[in-house]
């Protein structure tokens, strides 16, 4: 099922962040700590089968948990890290910043095949020889999507001050196939978004922001639990902004997750849906697949997994959004010395701006 919830309590969201580190950019919280509190290892990463002859990647995030809570506090450097197939061959997988590593594999490499039916996992090994090792994921076919529909809808808020204010959200459903291409089988199935959206500066000049969305939201789905051969879900449901008053991209990447994986998001929905309700089920530790070789007892935290990937994107048209208010030219509110606030008289002082206009932009 499909879970959205609005109310997550704030450390676990962190640890959804956690992870999904490599897929939203968010770096790792660093606290003051002395390396006495430090506590276990959390290790999340997935590999993804390139598609149309393009590179399949595999990324990992390592760091250090504080007192046994979920939350990523420090980056590890191990001696190496890497990828390992079912037939005993393997890649060491770079180091691109503290705690992350990241490994792009041609399709025409000679003795390393990233391929659907395949098993793969990570192996992890510490300056002092500790390893780690993460059970072996087959990568399963992905189904496909093939509609994104969109609506708007106009939800009523209550202020602190008890004031009712208005607000519009665009509801974007995406219709997919649920069977698998090649059995038959129905699959289950994993959601990231990503928005992107264009604005046009004093000057005439057009910036592109392109933006992973990092919620607290869990975008999984069962086929299992569906007597059918396709869905339609509710993937996203954003406010109306002037991120979409010149046209904005929604990109929905669909993931194929095995029996385990899912299994593992799906529990940390439970945990994050948690309001503190005395009847609820007690937390349990999230069940990982690596392990310590020499100690199995040892907790880790994370996951790795392997999966390929599908990608739909919807453009969304201004009139769609309701024609809101552009993002320039900006009035300021009062008296300000800068001349050009909030990046209109040159939308490259956004940080965010690409610095090309992406690929997929045709509109």
Partial sequence: MIVMNKHAVPRITLLLILSTIWATCVDNIDFEVDSDVVGNLAISGKIVKGVAGTASTVTVAASRVLDFSPVATEGLTFSKIEVVD??????EVPGIAIGKYQLRIPPNHPTFKVEVGKKYGIRLTQVDGTVYASDLEEIEPVTQPFRVDVDMETRQY?????STRYQDHLLFDLKTNLRNPFTGNPGRLRWDVIQSYSFTDDSGITCYIEQFINDDRVRILDGNELDADSALVRLYEPSVTNQFAEGAYITFIQESLTPGAYDYWSNLVT????TGNMFEQPVGKLRSNIHRTDDPQ????????????DTFRRYVTPAEAGNPVTRCPFIPAGPTQDPCPQFCCDCTRDPKSLHTKPRYWTK
Avoid: C, I, M, P
């Avoid at 079912?86 to 890649?91: A, F, K, Q, R, W």
């Avoid at 209550?158 to 008890?162: C, L, S, T, W």
């Avoid at 945990?271 to 948690?274: I, P, S």
């Avoid at 907790?299 to 990937?309: I, K, L, M, R, S």
């Fill in 86 to 91: 079912e037939d005993g061959n393997s890649l």
């Fill in 298 to 309: 040892e907790d880790v935290f994370g996951y790795f997994y392997a999966t390929q990937q």
């Fill in 158 to 162: 209550v202020d602190k001050d008890g």
């Fill in 271 to 274: 945990v994050n849906n948690r």
